[in-house]
């Protein structure tokens, strides 16, 4: 490889910025564009068997698999290349074996680079790193129930390493849609329902990939989880405040406080247009802006979307076109629509401007990520030797973040098991599959349903023997009852009488992860309503007029209404998909082992249907409104709730002001004690009101929240630093705005038990503010010093 004599863009004495320009100024028109594009050599999905009927047309989804298949990965990358796409991720594969393969196709790439620029390796994250035998952490939705994060970023920065020493540079997480609709089977991959708690976990997640020097990207940019009915890839009705005021800021937060270094545009179109075609979203917002400097990638076949789906361009290449010109940089898993570039500029339909805008873009990135130093080789850039994927501290890591996020809804007569139980039957569908612990971007249910003969790669515990280890002694009766899916009903009979033969029974039920409809919860598996998937409502239903006490685990990626069946169990428990060491997590929180501490990062309904209903919501769709409708809008358990075996008390407000300039602060501090008889975990949640706005707003938002950890007896003070910038929202006129008024200030352990309340105005004309603002609620915690 030549040196940066001959090869100045090598050196590393210079600025990454005049690399980028000198090797640019090198290249040829075909060579820039080649940079645009990527290639998915391992893909197999254009075999995998899509769920069909008379009234789905899957046929542009295959014509798209089929497009991008068509070229070798030499010959995608003749001129060079500027993503491998899915190396590790695409089919089982050891650590030595994919090693080989990640050499051999960045050979492949350098083989004829003219320039001997290698490509860029990207992989998905989202639970962990999606490649074979590698650790499998809570899905996104568990994360938010721990609302930890510092947690979050510890097991980013896991993640990030095993990437990194095996020569991966970008990471395609976190996911900071926020959950409009709990339909969506995506939920799972959302950390939640508001846009503070999702930027503050997903800016901790960013901060941890990237500390390990992969870079971080977000998704889906934008409006992508509000699809109407739930359902995915569907239009969005939404809109701009909206957009503005609930959807962008979690995005905007992640690189203003984390430096995200990528963006993936969203498949959806929002008010009929499509992220990526809509400059306003990418050039006005995301640059001009938010003065976003890294790379928009485009979600995995969004660019010929633009053409097959929305038809908003007439083929492919027009479709690189209007996604270039919009702002996406590089076309992800393969070069379809970009393809076309090269004869779209000599036409003259494209200027080369853009070509060589979103081409310095992707070199600056492979600049600072080493790939033009002089001593870079596809050897040297992995870790050759004692690679473990699945070591004892990612699952330490995976182990805490499960048990932190088991929410405890009711303990009822049951919770903690009682020692003296001699016989517990085990039930439901989840009790005995590994995969119901897992999400559907983890590997094993994202490509091993693929290869059915392959083992799961990672050693996982079932929730019934994570719950015969921990009730040593007890004799467990274990029958399945139905399946997750399906109508099968024929095994109600033995449930009902093991649960007859018991002193009480447990039931595990809820989803199992998958893609594209082979699963009940993940990609393009979205719900009709939220009534258990399958029979296992009816089962439940069957068990709780057996006689025996029935103690219910629900194992999911979206909150189920649970209205029908609250008052009849004897203990009732939220897992959102634990991960592999998830099992263990919740046996510790039914045996008292450990005090549940997880908070629900959305609402869990009380009716099946009345959709959506999110606890973002002004007058007219909250509580207040009870009688102007039939439709009930109190949730079964709201937003941030979550109960615990000891028990805390919040009280003590004090306000260092009430009455604060609008470019001020003020600070509101709470006493937090533990007044049960076990050291647990407690979620202080401070909330704020706009009692008079220009617009309708939601009757409360989530503004700050601190986890606090306390012994029996003890006590802390817990201070919330607020800035008036806080309170801003997006004005009848479209701009962002910070107005006088007040502004009611709510603490507590949930967003419906806030027992600390007190009043600030804030004084002065109305300020426009915009990127510069106050994001973040900073938080300290104090010994109260003899309290």
């Given at each position: ?115 001997g620029v290698p490509a860029l390796v990207h992989e998905e994250c989202l639970t ?241 990520l080493g790939l033009l130093d002089p001593g870079w080789t596809p050897e040297g ?353 479209l701009r962002r705005i910070v107005e006088p008024g007040d502004f009611e200030v ?42």
């Amino acid at each position: 490889m030549s040196t940066s004599s001959d090869r100045p863009w090598r050196d590393p004495a210079l600025s990454a910025a005049k690399r980028a320009d000198l090797l640019l100024q090198a290249m040829t028109l075909e060579e820039k564009i080649a940079q645009l594009g990527s290639r998915w050599a391992g893909n197999d999905m254009a075999d995998t068997e899509l769920p069909a009927d008379e009234t789905i047309n899957v046929a542009p989804m295959e014509d798209v698999f089929a497009t991008g298949a068509s070229l070798s990965l030499a010959e995608a990358s003749r001129d060079g290349l500027g993503h491998l796409t899915r190396v590790w991720g695409s089919v089982p594969l050891s650590v030595e074996e994919g090693l080989a393969e990640l050499i051999r196709q960045h050979e492949v790439v350098l083989t004829d680079s003219r320039l001997g620029v290698p490509a860029l390796v990207h992989e998905e994250c989202l639970t962990g790193f999606t490649t074979y035998g590698a650790t499998v952490y809570p899905a996104s939705i568990a994360w938010g129930a721990t609302f930890d994060p510092g947690l979050v970023e510890r097991m980013a920065a896991a993640i990030g390493r095993d990437m990194a020493a095996v020569g991966v540079h970008q990471g395609l997480s976190p996911v900071l849609d926020v959950v409009r609709d709990y339909r969506w089977g995506r939920v799972e991959e959302t950390i939640g329902e508001d846009p503070y708690l999702v930027a503050l976990l997903g800016s901790a997640y960013v901060r941890g990939l990237q500390s390990a020097g992969v870079l971080a990207t977000l998704k889906h940019f934008a409006g992508y989880s509000a699809s109407r009915a739930g359902r995915n890839h569907g239009p969005v009705s939404m809109g701009r405040r909206e957009l503005l005021d609930i959807i962008l800021p979690t995005f905007e937060t992640a690189i203003a406080t984390a430096g995200a270094a990528s963006v993936m545009s969203s498949y959806a179109d929002v008010d009929g247009l499509p992220a990526s075609a809509d400059p306003w979203l990418f050039s006005d917002v995301l640059r001009d802006e938010w003065g976003f400097g890294g790379t928009v990638v485009s979600d995995y076949w969004a660019v010929p979307f633009l053409a097959s789906m929305h038809r908003v361009a007439a083929d492919n290449a027009d479709a690189g076109v209007v996604a270039l010109t919009t702002g996406t940089d590089v076309e992800l898993p393969d070069t379809i629509g970009f393809a076309g570039l090269l004869d779209k500029v000599k036409s003259g339909d494209v200027s080369e401007d853009l070509i060589d805008r979103a081409a310095r873009r992707l070199l600056l990135q492979k600049i600072e990520l080493g790939l033009l130093d002089p001593g870079w080789t596809p050897e040297g850039s992995v870790r050759t030797g004692g690679v473990d994927l699945d070591s004892a501290e990612n699952r330490a890591i995976a182990q805490e973040l499960a048990e932190k996020s088991v929410v405890l809804l009711d303990a009822g007569s049951a919770l903690p098991l009682s020692r003296e139980l001699t016989k517990v039957a085990v039930v439901g569908p989840c009790a005995g599959d590994a995969r119901t612990l897992m999400g559907c971007y983890a590997f094993p249910n994202h490509v091993l349903p693929r290869y059915p003969d392959r083992d799961l790669g990672i050693q996982v515990t079932t929730p019934i023997d994570a719950l015969r280890n921990e009730l040593s002694g007890v004799d467990l009766l274990h029958v399945k009852g139905c399946e997750v899916m399906g109508e099968d009903r024929s095994g109600f009979t033995a449930a009902v009488e093991a649960a007859r033969a018991a002193d009480l029974c447990v039931a595990y039920v809820g989803d199992l992860s998958g893609l594209f409809g082979h699963g009940t919860s993940g990609e393009g598996c979205d719900a009709e309503d939220l009534r258990l998937p399958g029979v296992q409502a009816d089962l439940l239903d069957a068990l709780l007029d057996s006689g025996t006490p029935v103690v219910v685990v629900v194992v999911s990626g979206r909150p189920y209404a649970l209205g029908g069946i609250a008052d009849r169990v004897a203990g009732l428990v939220q897992a959102f998909i634990p991960g592999q060491e998830g099992a263990g997590a919740m046996a510790g929180v039914l045996s008292g082992r450990i005090v549940p501490s997880g908070k629900l990062p959305v609402q869990i309904p009380r009716h099946v249907g009345g959709q959506p209903g999110t606890y973002l919501q002004p007058a007219l769709g909250s509580v207040e409104s009870a009688g102007i409708s039939g439709l009930e809008a109190r949730p079964l358990f709201p937003f941030g709730y979550g109960a615990s075996y000891t028990s805390f008390a919040v009280d003590d407000l004090r306000l260092s002001a009430t009455e604060i300039g609008n470019d001020g602060e003020f600070t509101a501090t709470v006493r937090v004690r533990n007044t049960g008889e076990r050291a647990g975990d407690e979620v202080v949640q401070l909330y704020l009101r706009d009692v008079v706005a220009r617009v309708a707003r939601p009757l409360k938002l989530l503004t700050g929240f601190s986890r606090v950890s306390l012994e029996p007896g003890a006590a802390v003070d817990v201070t919330f630093r607020v800035h008036a910038d806080r309170t801003a929202y997006t004005g009848p006129d479209l701009r962002r705005i910070v107005e006088p008024g007040d502004f009611e200030v709510m603490l507590g352990t949930s967003s419906m038990d806030l027992p600390c309340r007190a009043m600030v105005r804030i004084t002065g004309d109305v300020r426009v503010v915009g990127h510069q603002r106050v994001l973040t609620t900073p938080v300290t915690v104090q010994d109260p010093g003899g309290g």
